[in-house]
C-alpha cells in the first residue's frame, strides 16, 4: 500500500519503516502514528520478512510529537485523536499481555525483532518510541533528549517503565528531570544504545547485523525469545522458568530445530522456515 508520512521497502528480508517529514525532523503525527502501525502489521504478516529496522529520513530519526498537535492540546483541544482508535491491531499470540497494547507500547507484539536505527535527534515521543523497539542502534551524530519536563508534561506513555530498566533508575531521572541532550557515546555508556556507527555508516551497519539476524537465526527462536523477554519483566524467576520449559519441549518438535541441528552437523548454511 501508499503511504505519506513513512516509506517501506522490503530486501534481504528486512523490511525498513523510514519516518518520512524530513523537513520536520519527522516529527510525529497521527497520520504518521497510523502508518507507522500498519507498516509493522505489513511487516509481521509477510513471511518474506524476518527482521524490522524503524529509521528516519535526513538529520533526525523523530524530534516529539508535532507542535502542531501540541499547540492544539495547549489550546485546549482534545489529545486524543485518530490515532488512537483507527489502528489495526499487530498480529500477537493470545499470551501476549494486555499492557503492550497501546497506541506506542505495541512493538513488544510484533513477532519479528524491531531494531531503531537512530541517525539524529531523538527526543521527546521519538525517545519513547525508540524505548519500545527490541534494540537500538546510534549514528555517532544522534542526539537524545527526554524533553517533557521542559515543555511542562510528565513521564509520558510507559517510560517511566521502560528507561529504568535500560538504564537503571538514578540515570533515568536524570534523563527525565533535567530533559538534557545525550550523545551517542554516552547514550552507549549508560546502555540506551548497543552500538554506534560512523554517521555515514549506520545503515550499513545495522543492516549487517539485521541479515546476519534474517540468513543465520531461526525465525521461531527469535519469535519465542522475543515474547519470553519482554514478558519476563512481569514474571518471577520460577514463572519465567516454567514458559521456559513448556517452549523448550515444543521447539524440540518443530522443523527449525530439526534444521538447527542438521546444518550444524552437515556444516552448511542453515535453511529455517520458521516452522
Same mark, same amino acid.
Given at each position: 500500500?501508499?503511504?505519506?508520512? #513513512?516509506?517501506?521497502? $522490503?530486501?534481504?528480508?528486512?523490511?525498513?519503516?523510514?519516518?518520512?517529514? %524530513?523537513?520536520?525532523?519527522?516529527?510525529?503525527?497521527?497520520?504518521?502514528?497510523?502508518?507507522?502501525?500498519?507498516?509493522?502489521?505489513?511487516?509481521?504478516?509477510?513471511?518474506?520478512?524476518?527482521?524490522?529496522?524503524?529509521?528516519?529520513?535526513?538529520?533526525?530519526?523523530?524530534?516529539?510529537?508535532?507542535?502542531?498537535?501540541?499547540?492544539?492540546?495547549?489550546?485546549?483541544?482534545?489529545?486524543?485523536?485518530?490515532?488512537?482508535?483507527?489502528?489495526?491491531?499487530?498480529?500477537?499470540?493470545?499470551?501476549?499481555?494486555?499492557?503492550?497494547?497501546?497506541?506506542?507500547?505495541?512493538?513488544?507484539? #510484533?513477532?519479528?525483532?524491531?531494531?531503531?536505527?537512530?541517525?539524529?535527534?531523538?527526543?521527546?515521543?521519538?525517545? $519513547?518510541?525508540?524505548?519500545?523497539?527490541?534494540?537500538?542502534?546510534?549514528?555517532?551524530?544522534?542526539?537524545?533528549?527526554?524533553?517533557?519536563?521542559?515543555?511542562?508534561?510528565?513521564?509520558?506513555?510507559?517510560?517511566?517503565?521502560?528507561? %529504568?530498566?535500560? #538504564?537503571?533508575?538514578?540515570?533515568?531521572?536524570?534523563?527525565?528531570?533535567?530533559?538534557?541532550?545525550?550523545?551517542?557515546?554516552?547514550?552507549?555508556?549508560?546502555?540506551? $544504545?548497543?552500538?554506534?556507527? %560512523?554517521?555515514?555508516?549506520?545503515?550499513?551497519?545495522?543492516?549487517?547485523?539485521?541479515?546476519?539476524?534474517? @540468513?543465520?537465526?531461526?525465525?521461531?527462536?527469535?519469535?519465542?525469545?522475543?515474547?519470553?523477554?519482554?514478558?519476563?519483566?512481569?514474571?518471577?524467576?520460577?514463572?519465567?522458568?516454567?514458559?521456559?520449559?513448556?517452549?523448550?519441549?515444543?521447539?524440540?518438535?518443530?522443523?527449525?530445530?530439526?534444521?538447527?541441528?542438521?546444518?550444524?552437523? @552437515?556444516?552448511?548454511?542453515?535453511?529455517?522456515?520458521?516452522?
Amino acid at each position: 500500500m501508499g503511504y505519506a508520512e #513513512i516509506l517501506y521497502e $522490503v530486501d534481504d528480508r528486512i523490511a525498513t519503516v523510514t519516518l518520512n517529514r %524530513p523537513d520536520k525532523l519527522n516529527a510525529w503525527t497521527e497520520v504518521m502514528g497510523r502508518e507507522v502501525r500498519q507498516a509493522m502489521h505489513e511487516a509481521a504478516r509477510d513471511p518474506d520478512v524476518r527482521v524490522i529496522v524503524l529509521t528516519g529520513a535526513g538529520r533526525g530519526f523523530c524530534a516529539g510529537a508535532d507542535m502542531g498537535l501540541l499547540s492544539g492540546i495547549a489550546d485546549g483541544r482534545s489529545p486524543r485523536g485518530a490515532e488512537e482508535v483507527a489502528y489495526p491491531s499487530p498480529p500477537a499470540e493470545d499470551t501476549v499481555r494486555a499492557d503492550f497494547r497501546g497506541p506506542y507500547a505495541y512493538f513488544p507484539l #510484533i513477532p519479528k525483532p524491531v531494531i531503531a536505527a537512530l541517525n539524529g535527534a531523538t527526543a521527546g515521543l521519538g525517545f $519513547v518510541i525508540a524505548l519500545y523497539c527490541d534494540l537500538r542502534m546510534a549514528s555517532a551524530a544522534a542526539v537524545f533528549t527526554t524533553a517533557f519536563a521542559r515543555r511542562g508534561l510528565v513521564a509520558e506513555h510507559g517510560i517511566s517503565w521502560t528507561l %529504568p530498566r535500560l #538504564i537503571g533508575l538514578p540515570n533515568a531521572l536524570d534523563l527525565m528531570l533535567s530533559a538534557r541532550k545525550v550523545s551517542a557515546e554516552e547514550a552507549l555508556r549508560m546502555g540506551l $544504545v548497543s552500538q554506534v556507527f %560512523p554517521s555515514d555508516g549506520l545503515m550499513a551497519g545495522v543492516r549487517t547485523y539485521a541479515r546476519e539476524l534474517a @540468513e543465520l537465526v531461526s525465525p521461531r527462536s527469535m519469535r519465542v525469545m522475543k515474547r519470553q523477554l519482554w514478558e519476563a519483566q512481569f514474571q518471577t524467576l520460577a514463572e519465567a522458568t516454567a514458559v521456559a520449559d513448556r517452549e523448550m519441549l515444543e521447539s524440540f518438535t518443530s522443523e527449525d530445530f530439526k534444521e538447527g541441528v542438521a546444518h550444524f552437523v @552437515e556444516k552448511r548454511a542453515p535453511a529455517f522456515t520458521g516452522r
